[in-house]
């Protein structure tokens, strides 16, 4: 497809489960992003590659999230032993990068939205 | 960290009605962005802006970024109803000498647009 794609749509799961969610950016986009929204609330920024590795996780809230991005293109977050405050919409985004200039202007999923019990 | 101020919260405005909504930071950002989100959608961008200063226009969107760099607004004229929907601000700043994606996004204004 054209745009991001992220699967899946929704997934609800019990609270101590491993949790996978997957993003597929825009072909040719080399940055991706991983940006986590709770309700009523604006985006918040978790990971970003540039190519298959990770340029900025500061924004994982802890050791139970992970990232990846192996071949440089579909992106798997990870979420282990999910709690209930994990709940939220997260959504994946990529962006071009011409000439090595990030210009920040992103295109987002339309997002997995997480529920846990 | 950087937090970002959005007004107003929301707005119900009437058809063919204009609309002011602006983002107030406490630290300088060097790219700012407006963003519109829909239900069971993700954000979609509207406006880039990259120069303080810059006053930037999208059909009936204007955005401008504020001289101190510390603010931005966004202008609908002649709201239509596809305008309901929510709108972010969001900005970035410079990461070795290149800005990138890490956006930090405001609360967003809900609009609403009675026909």
């Known amino acids: 497809g054209a745009g991001v794609s992220q699967t899946p749509s929704n997934k609800v799961t019990e609270k101590g489960k491993y949790v996978e969610l997957r993003c597929d950016p825009i072909?040719?986009?080399?940055?991706l992003y991983w940006y986590r929204q709770s309700l009523g609330q604006g985006p918040e920024f978790l990971i970003y590659?540039?190519?298959?590795?990770?340029?900025?996780d500061s924004g994982l809230p802890n050791d139970r999230f992970f990232a990846v991005r192996p071949e440089g293109s579909v992106s798997t977050l990870k979420i282990q032993r999910t709690e209930r405050g994990d709940s939220a919409v997260y959504l994946c985004?990529?962006?071009?990068?011409?000439?090595?200039?990030?210009?920040?202007?992103?295109?987002f999923g339309e997002g997995s939205r997480l529920t846990v019990l | 960290g950087q937090q970002l101020n959005q007004s107003p919260q929301s707005m119900f405005i009437q058809e063919g009605e204009d609309v002011s909504m602006n983002c107030t930071s406490s630290?300088?950002?060097?790219?700012w962005l407006w963003y519109k989100q829909e239900p069971g959608e993700g954000p979609v961008l509207l406006i880039a802006?990259?120069?303080?200063?810059e006053l930037t226009s999208n059909g009936r969107l204007t955005a401008q970024f504020g001289i101190t760099r510390k603010d931005s607004f966004l202008n609908i004229s002649a709201s239509i109803p596809s305008d309901v929907g929510i709108y972010f601000c969001?900005?970035?700043?410079?990461?070795?000498?290149?800005?990138?994606?890490?956006?930090?996004f405001g609360q967003g204004t809900i609009l609403t647009v009675h026909p």
């Open positions: 590659f540039q190519g298959t590795g990770a340029a900025d």
């Open positions: 630290s300088i950002f060097n790219t």
């Open positions: 985004a990529s962006s071009l990068v011409p000439r090595g200039v990030n210009t920040g202007e992103l295109f």
């Open positions: 969001a900005g970035s700043t410079n990461a070795g000498g290149t800005s990138y994606g890490k956006l930090t």
């Open positions: 802006l990259y120069k303080a200063g």
């Open positions: 072909s040719g986009h080399t940055a």
